[in-house]
């Protein structure tokens, strides 16, 4: 009998952060939500497909993209809930 392997959905609190670029506003927006992913890779390139991104992976289990779109920067992170 042969095994099936399946992607398996996992759950991840996903933080998105716009880094504000105006110099009166250094503050930036953040957003929480929780998301169901298989694929954290293909997830931010279907969010960003425009972007350039990095990841980076955190010894929690965190992984952070950092993205930049014609200089405006994002950083996403996943973090298993």
Not at 32 to 51: G, H, K, W
Request: include cysteine; charged fraction near 30%.
């Amino acid at each position: 009998m042969k095994k099936k392997w399946y992607n398996v959905m996992r759950e991840y609190e996903l933080c998105c952060e716009i880094f504000n670029q105006c110099s009166n506003n250094q503050m930036r927006d953040v957003d929480f939500q929780e998301v169901s992913v298989e694929d954290t890779d293909a997830y931010i390139r279907a969010l960003e497909p425009r972007a350039e991104i990095q990841r980076e992976d955190l010894a929690d289990g965190t992984v952070v993209y950092h993205t930049d779109t014609a200089g405006l920067l994002k950083r996403y992170s996943f973090t298993p809930v």
